[in-house]
């Protein structure tokens, strides 16, 4: 079985940052896409940002200039550092990732959610 971890989330007032981590466990033969999401109450959950496995970025406008997506290849680990977070910005953050995982005989492609960290934004 493969797993997302994730941590980091909390209460910080706006103006301040924040770093999510997202550890990725179980039977992994390769990490291909990672990224972020989020949803706040009664909305949809949204993309806030991804990194290919080479580390290209993608941000959603919303977030562009002041939220930074790293990876970690070797420790199968993915970050989004968050600064200058805003009230808007609160929302439950749930990490992705497309991962090739060994079955014992086989090897599948998976995609799989984080249980997702509650990140709150006072103003």
């Known amino acids: 079985q493969v797993q997302l971890v994730e941590s980091g989330g909390g209460l910080v007032q706006a103006g301040g940052s924040l770093r999510l981590s997202c550890a990725a466990s179980?039977?992994?033969?390769?990490?291909?896409?990672m990224g972020w999401y989020r949803q706040a109450p009664g909305k949809q959950r949204e993309l806030v940002a991804t990194?290919?496995?080479?580390?290209?970025?993608n941000y959603a406008d919303s977030v562009e200039g002041r939220f930074t997506i790293s990876r970690d290849n070797a420790k199968n680990t993915v970050y989004l550092q968050m600064n200058s977070l805003k009230p808007e910005d609160t929302a439950v953050y749930y990490c992705?990732?497309?991962?090739?995982?060994?079955?014992?005989?086989?090897?599948?492609?998976?995609?799989?959610w984080g249980q997702g960290t509650l990140v709150t934004v006072s103003s």
């Open positions: 990194t290919t496995s080479g580390g290209s970025p």
């Open positions: 179980g039977s992994i033969f390769s990490t291909n896409a």
């Open positions: 992705n990732a497309e991962i090739v995982s060994w079955m014992g005989s086989s090897y599948r492609y998976l995609e799989v």
